[in-house]
C-alpha cells in the first residue's frame, strides 16, 4: 500500500515509506537515516500528525517539519491544534514514564548478563573488552531476539548494552543483532524508551571535567577499559546513538572543561555540528579510522595523544 501523498508536504520521501500498522508509515529519518527507523502516526486529522526516530530520539508534530502548515490553520483549528498537542504529549510522556518503569523494575539485563557462556564472552573479548568489564557494564546475550523489519518478524540472537545514567540509572539497552537481514542495523535500541547515549563510567555522581565523545556504545568501552586516551583513571567516554543522533548530550556537557568530539571518519560536518553546538571547550579530534578499530589494530595512549595534539577548534 502506497505512503500517503502528505508526507510530501513533510519534505519526506513518500516512495520510501511502507505501512507499518493500521494508522502509522515506517521511512528513513531526514535527520539521520536509515531505513525504517522513523515513524509517522496518521491516526489524527491531518495536518495533526506525530512523527518519532527510533533511532536518534527526534520526534514532534507535523509543523515541525513544515512550518509552513500552521499558517494554513484558522484560528479555532490553531486552538484545537495545541490542546490535542498538549493531551498527546502528556500521554505519550506516561507511555515513556510507565516503559521505563516497567524496564528498571525488571533489570533484564541482569537475565542477559547471566546466560552468557564462555563463547559469548570470548566474542565480548574480541572485541576489545575483557571478562572484568563484562561484568562492569552487565553486558549479555540473547539466543533469540524479535523484532520487525518492513512489517517481517525475524528472530537473531542478539548481544545486549545495558544504557545508564549517573549513579546507574537505567535508560535503555541496546541489542546488537548477530548476522542481520539484509538492510537491517546491527544495532537496535528497546522500543518505547526514549533514545539515550552510554556512559562509560555510570557510578559517578556527575559527568567528568574532561570527556570524550565517540560514536556507539561500543567504541566508549574500549576506550574506557583500555585506557587508550589520556587521563589520571581511566577516560569518561560518551557514546552517542549516532553521528546525527545526540540523545542531549551537547547539553550535559556544556560546562565540562574539555570535551573531545572523536566521531568516525566520514562525519567530520557531524562532528563539528556538535562541538559548536557544545561551545567553547569543544574539540573536534580527526581519525583515520574507527577508534576501537584503531585500537584492535594497535594503537596506544601515545597514538591517541598525537591526534588530540592536532584537535581543532570547531
Partial sequence: MSAPIELVQLGLAAERFRK?????????????????RFIV???RDWPHWFWLCRKCGRDGWADELNPRLKEELTPELKAEYAR???????????????ALERFSTREIWKEFHQRMTFENREWWNSQGIPADWQDFWKLGYLPEKIFEQDGQPFTRAAYTIPKFDLRWAPKN???????????????????????????SLPFRKEIDDEVFIVEGSKKAM????????????????????????????EERVKESGRVWVMLDPGAED?????????????????LEMKPDDMVLAGAELRDFTARLRQARVP
Avoid: M, N
Wanted: aromatic residues 8%; proline residues 10%; positive net charge.
Fill in 20 to 36: 507499518g500498522g493500521s494508522k502509522e508509515y515506517h521511512g528513513p529519518c531526514p535527520f539521520c537515516g536509515g531505513r525504517d
Fill in 41 to 43: 502516526w496518521t491516526d
Fill in 84 to 98: 490535542s498537542r498538549r493531551a498527546a504529549e502528556q500521554a505519550r510522556d506516561g507511555e515513556r514514564r510507565s
Fill in 173 to 199: 539497552i541496546d541489542y546488537r543483532i548477530v548476522d542481520p537481514p539484509p538492510g537491517v542495523g546491527k544495532y537496535r535500541p528497546a522500543p518505547g524508551l526514549p533514545a539515550c547515549a552510554f556512559l
Fill in 222 to 249: 574500549v576506550l574506557t577499559c583500555k585506557k587508550a586516551l589520556p587521563c589520571k583513571d581511566h577516560p569518561f567516554v560518551i557514546g552517542l546513538p549516532g553521528c546525527a543522533s545526540w540523545a542531549g548530550v
Fill in 270 to 286: 557531524w562532528a563539528g555540528k556538535l562541538a559548536r553546538a557544545v561551545g567553547r571547550a569543544a574539540r573536534v579530534v580527526t
